[in-house]
T-cell receptor
Framework: AQTVTQSQPEMSVQEAETVTLSCTYDTSESNYYLFWYKQPPSRQMILVIRQEAYKQQNATENRFSVNFQKAAKSFSLKISDSQLGDTAMYFCAFMYSGGSNYKLTFGKGTLLTVNP | DVKVTQSSRYLVKRTGEKVFLECVQDMDHENMFWYRQDPGLGLRLIYFSYDVKMKEKGDIPEGYSVSREKKERFSLILESASTNQTSMYLC????????????????FGPGTRLLVL
């Protein structure tokens, strides 16, 4: 079974600075997807970024980028130029890409606070 | 834009009551999911459905059942609510795309915060 570990329950960063959230996972599969989801306080969970395991190039989405290290099974999220609106719970998630197993396995989350 | 809606944002029920949580998606997605979110535990999958009338157990199905009579609607049922089912419940949906039938991104609803007294 896959497991996803987020070792930082809480983090804080000053506005305009850069912060990195860590995520490691454990799987015996070779084809899978990794995701970072963001859940602002009392608001809907939204997708931040997605990475296909077969792609060597790290995914980027505006101020959000990942450092995907497949051999190390590491998938960290970097937020550049942090904004107050980035304050949220961030979840790392894993999904096997084959067959009919559509399950997302989530980490326990990292609460990020951006301070003015 | 994908829209996933849940029938209630907040619910208060008593122990032993039968509780229905409804989820509707408007993008003709094949897959629908029910998760439970608890502090320090992240999201855990209760049930999912990959087609009308089809369902699969997730990691924590005990005490729950589901119903999917129409493609756009997926219901979570607590047959006899208990206090340990007090939680945030999230619904999600996703499309199956491409020739290989891979699952695309899961989109989430706003959640239902359930309190069982």
């Amino acid at each position: 079974a896959q497991t996803v570990t987020q070792s930082q329950p809480e983090m804080s960063v000053q506005e305009a600075e850069t912060v990195t959230l860590s995520c490691t996972y454990d799987t015996s599969e070779s084809n899978y997807y990794l995701f970072w989801y963001k859940q602002p306080p009392s608001r809907q969970m939204i997708l931040v970024i997605r990475q296909e395991a077969y792609k060597q190039q790290n995914a980027t989405e505006n101020r959000f980028s990942v450092n995907f290290q497949k051999a190390a099974k590491s998938f960290s999220l970097k937020i550049s130029d942090s904004q107050l609106g980035d304050t949220a719970m961030y979840f790392c998630a894993f999904m096997y890409s084959g067959g009919s197993n559509y399950k997302l396995t989530f980490g326990k989350g990292t609460l990020l606070t951006v301070n003015p | 834009d994908v829209k996933v809606t849940q029938s209630s944002r907040y619910l208060v029920k008593r122990t032993g009551e039968k509780v229905f949580l409804e989820c509707v998606q408007d993008m003709d997605h094949e897959n629908m999911f029910w998760y439970r979110q608890d502090p320090g535990l992240g999201l855990r999958l209760i049930y999912f459905s990959y087609d009308v009338k089809m369902k699969e157990k997730g990691d924590i199905p005990e005490g729950y059942s589901v119903s999917r009579e129409k493609k756009e609607r997926f219901s979570l049922i607590l047959e006899s609510a208990s206090t340990n089912q007090t939680s945030m419940y999230l619904c999600a949906s996703s499309h199956i795309g491409g020739l290989a039938g891979y699952q695309e991104t899961q989109y989430f609803g706003p959640g239902t915060r359930l309190l069982v007294l």
